[in-house]
T-cell receptor, first 116, second 111 residues
Framework: EADIYQTPRYLVIGTGKKITLECSQT?????MYWYQQDPGMELHLIHY???????EKGDLSSESTVSRIRTEHFPLTLESARPSHTSQYLC???????????????FGPGTRLTVL | RKEVEQDPGPFNVPEGATVAFNCTYS??????FFWYRQDCRKEPKLLMS???SGNEDGRFTAQLNRASQYISLLIRDSKLSDSATYLCVVASYNQGGKLIFGQGTELSVKP
């Protein structure tokens, strides 16, 4: 089992609230990622980080922001939640394998967000 | 066109059947290939990496055809516990090694 954790697992919140989704990993991985996934749809990368103080936007535009002050922690923040933000948010981290440079990503259990 | 495309599902098969999933990718610079498994309402988990020479892990066999930009996953003697969505995943170092996920193919194994 991967040591990557997300809290809360489920969040139901009203429009306009500020929320922070937590993600932490104890594997010492440098790379961390946030994905968004709607039911029955593919994962879309919204943010990633290659290490402390590194953050990049992913392929899918998102109104959320992220920070990476510590290696093990990669929180995602929505300043003002809207119903269109309702989705599942999955955090992942990766190691760099020795041969071939392939990355294996380990996923957290996800946060299922509902904005009313 | 999506960067990674998979067979549309769902696949409904009886226990013991052999099932094959196909996947194509559009970026010829892709260098790493994986199959992930995602159970309903759970996170994706790595099933196996896919190597150029093809590789096998128990009942699962993965093949890669770089010329055709095609990846496959074969499951032999399918079990009820194999029911899940199978995600084809590709990474390219000219895209910073980011993983690109296919939309997944759902498999349902029936008794």
């Amino acid at each position: 089992e991967a040591d990557i954790y997300q809290t809360p697992r489920y969040l139901v919140i009203g429009t306009g609230k500020k929320i922070t989704l937590e993600c932490s990993q104890t594997m010492g991985h440098d790379k961390m990622y946030w994905y968004q996934q709607d039911p029955g749809m593919e994962l879309h990368l919204i943010h990633y980080s290659y290490g402390v103080n590194s953050t990049e936007k992913g392929d899918l535009s998102s109104e959320s922001t992220v920070s990476r002050i510590r290696t093990e922690h990669f929180p995602l923040t929505l300043e003002s939640a809207r119903p269109s933000h309702t989705s599942q948010y999955l955090c992942a981290s990766s190691e760099l394998r020795g041969s071939g440079g392939t990355d294996t990503q380990y996923f957290g259990p996800g946060t299922r967000l509902t904005v009313l | 066109r999506k960067e990674v495309e998979q067979d549309p599902g769902p696949f409904n098969v009886p226990e013991g059947a052999t099932v094959a999933f196909n996947c194509t990718y559009s970026n010829s610079a892709s260098q790493s290939f994986f199959w992930y498994r995602q159970d309903c309402r759970k996170e994706p988990k790595l099933l196996m990496s896919v190597y150029s020479s093809g590789n096998e892990d128990g009942r699962f066999t993965a093949q890669l055809n770089r010329a055709s930009q095609y990846i496959s996953l074969l499951i032999r003697d399918s079990k009820l516990s194999d029911s899940a969505t199978y995600l084809c995943v590709v990474a390219s170092y000219n895209q910073g090694g980011k993983l690109i996920f296919g939309q997944g193919t759902e498999l349902s194994v029936k008794p």
